[in-house]
């Protein structure tokens, strides 16, 4: 039984070496490639060349940085400019003392919409259309990775202004610090000014817009007090024409008076009647002619009576109360457009205080001397780089050889 078992085991054996040495006569190549020794050969010529390779690619990554910075960056010069906003009669809040704090300046909030403005889409464009900003930056006299690329699109050009317009604000003083970065220390110059313009025009503009506004509804104001005054008194005017009285009232009260009067003499005659008549005959002269003073006073006093208060419009007294009643109106119409002759200049001085104007500290200067690229910094900021990644890939390559092994 054991003897069969020992057979076929040899014969097992030599059918593996027979199809390893058919293997070899077949395709040599492909039997040395899957011999252990050439897998393993492999490996540590990956791993050297992993280690050795890379070492010698941030070799020469390093020295084409030195090359581009030292020999083909093209020179950026920057011209620099601080301003703040200031209004006519501004106060400054730093005089405010504690009572400004936690509150939000009219400086502050000026500078920061000047700030939004100067790094917008619009100051991109207006500086193009002043000194063709866009055409500078895509000049073919510049290197191809510090221009902008020939023609870009708005979109681009609006990106690559923001990248070299750089705005600072100074939360303490809110000074505007301005860097205009060009290949071209004269146009950086022109660049810088006509960007000074464009913002002094910008916070002119607002400050007469906001200030126009308010004049405007105010100058309204008066102009519909003054219709509603000159109607009044053109209806008193008519009224006082139609009824030929200046005054109702002055006038009432004279025939107040008047009947007051009358009423006194009407009593005085009638005691000096009965007087009279204590000794006098009904038919004596002097008693007739007191009777007929006396009737014609009553009579004149109904008169003057049905005169101040009769049911018809021409009564005094309902003259009186219409006029009365166009006179108010006439006074409070006067009132009104006093009013509004008072507001409407209260808003022409506040208009003038918070008009706005551009108080330059640094007048744009000529750079004499290139600021960017830094190029010392920024070689040894990507070499730095590069070892880093050069190390953080052997440290991966040892810990998937150790896995593997």
């Given at each position: 039984?054991?003897?069969?078992?020992?057979?076929?085991?040899?014969?097992?054996?030599?059918?593996?070496?027979?199809?390893?040495?058919?293997?070899?006569?077949?395709?040599p190549v492909q039997f040395v490639k899957d011999s252990t020794v050439?897998?393993?050969?492999q490996k540590s010529v990956?791993?050297?060349?992993?280690?050795?390779?890379?070492?010698?690619?941030?070799?020469?990554?390093?020295?084409?940085?030195?090359?581009?910075?030292?020999?083909?960056?093209?020179?950026?010069?920057?011209?620099?400019?601080?301003?703040?906003?200031?209004?006519?009669?501004?106060?400054?809040?730093?005089?405010?003392?504690?009572?400004g704090l936690g509150a939000v300046s009219s400086g502050m909030r000026d500078a920061l919409i000047l700030q939004t403005f100067l790094q917008s889409r619009e100051m991109a464009v207006a500086l193009d259309k002043a000194v063709s900003l866009k055409s500078h930056y895509e000049r073919d006299d510049w290197d191809a990775l510090s221009k902008l690329k020939t023609?870009?699109?708005?979109?681009?050009?609006?990106?690559?202004?923001?990248?070299?317009?750089?705005?600072?604000?100074?939360?303490?003083?809110?000074?505007?610090?301005v860097e205009v970065q060009t290949f071209d220390p004269h146009y950086s110059l022109?660049?810088?000014?006509?960007?000074?313009?464009?913002?002094?025009k910008f916070i002119n503009d607002l400050g007469a817009k906001m200030a126009s506004e308010q004049m405007a509804y105010a100058q309204a104001e008066v102009e519909r007090s003054y219709a509603i005054l000159s109607k009044?008194?053109?209806?008193?005017?008519?009224?006082?024409?139609?009824?030929?009285?200046?005054?109702?009232?002055?006038?009432?009260?004279a025939l107040v008076t008047a009947i007051n009067g009358i009423e006194s003499a009407i009593i005085n005659e009638e005691t000096e009647l009965k007087s009279l008549l204590a000794f006098m005959r009904n038919d004596a002269p002097e008693v007739k002619a007191k009777k007929i003073r006396v009737a014609s006073l009553k009579e004149q006093l109904a008169q003057e009576k049905q005169r101040l208060t009769s049911d018809d419009q021409q009564s005094l007294n309902k003259i009186?109360?219409?006029?009365?009643?166009?006179?108010?109106?006439?006074e409070l119409a006067s009132d009104l457009?006093?009013?509004?002759?008072?507001?409407?200049?209260?808003?022409?001085?506040?208009?003038?205080?918070?008009?706005?104007?551009?108080?330059?500290?640094?007048?744009?200067?000529?750079?004499?001397?290139e600021k960017y690229p830094r190029r010392v910094h920024s070689i040894l900021t990507w070499f730095i780089v590069l070892l880093l990644s050069y190390f953080i890939g052997r440290l991966i390559l040892s810990i998937i050889k150790e896995h593997q092994e």
């Open positions: 039984m054991l003897m069969p078992k020992n057979n076929e085991t040899e014969v097992v054996v030599k059918t593996a070496r027979q199809r390893k040495l058919e293997k070899l006569k077949r395709k050439y897998v393993k050969a990956m791993y050297t060349w992993a280690k050795f390779g890379s070492f010698a690619l941030v070799i020469l990554a390093s020295l084409l940085l030195v090359i581009y910075y030292a020999l083909i960056a093209s020179p950026r010069y920057v011209s620099e400019a601080q301003f703040v906003v200031k209004e006519a009669g501004g106060q400054d809040s730093s005089l405010l003392g504690l009572s023609d870009s699109t708005v979109e681009e050009y609006v990106e690559f202004y923001k990248e070299h317009i750089q705005i600072i604000h100074n939360e303490l003083s809110d000074v505007l610090l022109s660049v810088n000014q006509a960007l000074l313009t464009i913002s002094e009044n008194q053109s209806e008193l005017i008519t009224f006082q024409d139609k009824f030929k009285l200046y005054s109702p009232e002055q006038q009432s009260n009186n109360v219409n006029f009365q009643e166009i006179k108010l109106n006439t457009y006093k009013s509004a002759l008072a507001g409407l200049e209260t808003v022409r001085a506040e208009a003038y205080r918070k008009l706005k104007h551009l108080l330059i500290i640094e007048h744009p200067a000529l750079a004499e001397e």
